[in-house]
T-cell receptor, first 114, second 112 residues
Framework: EAQVTQNPRYLITVTGKKLTVTCSQN?????MSWYRQDPGLGLRQIYY???????DKGDVPEGYKVSRKEKRNFPLILESPSPNQTSLYFC?????????????FGNGTRLTVT | DAKTTQPNSMESNEEEPVHLPCNHS???????IHWYRQLPSQGPEYVIH???SNVNNRMASLAIAEDRKSSTLILHRATLRDAAVYYC?????????????FGKGTKLSVKP
């Protein structure tokens, strides 16, 4: 089944403790991206990757890192999480093609930083 | 990418048509118009997309204004399962353009 898989689904951590949220897709998509969703603010893009070893900042990249060493994986790294990074996170992927290809989203990771 | 503006919420009765509007007045000629919906406790899912012409699929229809500055997602017969937040986005992520902007979405309520 074609899908985008995020892990974990729920994560509670403390300020400053490094964490990684994994994202994997099995559709051979070139394009992958991360979003955070907060009440009243909709979906905001954190980082995106057009292909392996090619990443770039979205609208809200501060406090986050990503890497794209393999085509299928695009982990989101919080080196020193803070409470303002408490949010619902979504990973998405698609074939890169000038908007002709739909985005496929994962089911989300709800992160709480205390 | 163009900024999109949608109403915060809309209501519909079951089995009636629903027209969800989206304004994207700064859309560029190469931006595709995409619609996604998000059911409670799920990730957004693709609904439909188009460039210039109106589009139909099994889920919905997309009507695009002639000047492309607005579009309307049409659900022909709303069901209770259509209650969701609907997002409109203008997308052009070919080449080096990967920055995508979603609007805040329209929360659709469907009354039995």
């Amino acid at each position: 089944e074609a899908q985008v898989t995020q892990n974990p689904r729920y994560l509670i951590t403390v300020t400053g403790k490094k964490l990684t949220v994994t994202c994997s897709q099995n559709m051979n998509h070139e394009y992958m991206s991360w979003y955070r969703q907060d009440p009243g603010l909709g979906l905001r893009q954190i980082y995106y990757s057009m292909n392996v070893e090619v990443t770039d900042k979205g609208d809200v990249p501060e406090g986050y890192k990503v890497s794209r060493k393999e085509k299928r994986n695009f982990p989101l790294i919080l080196e020193s999480p803070s409470p303002n990074q408490t949010s619902l996170y979504f990973c998405a992927s698609s074939f890169a093609g000038q908007g002709t290809s739909p985005l496929h989203f994962g089911n989300g990771t709800r992160l709480t930083v205390t | 990418d163009a900024k999109t503006t949608q109403p915060n919420s809309m209501e519909s009765n079951e089995e009636e048509p629903v027209h969800l509007p989206c304004n994207h007045s700064t859309i560029s000629g190469t931006d595709y118009i995409h619609w996604y919906r998000q059911l409670p406790s799920q990730g957004p899912e693709y609904v439909i997309h188009g460039l210039t012409s109106n589009v139909n699929n099994r889920m919905a229809s997309l009507a695009i204004a002639e000047d492309r500055k607005s579009s309307t997602l049409i659900l022909h017969r709303a069901t209770l399962r259509d209650a969701a937040v609907y997002y409109c986005s203008c997308m052009n992520y070919g080449g080096s353009q990967g920055n995508l902007i979603f609007g805040k979405g329209t929360k659709l309520s469907v009354k039995p």
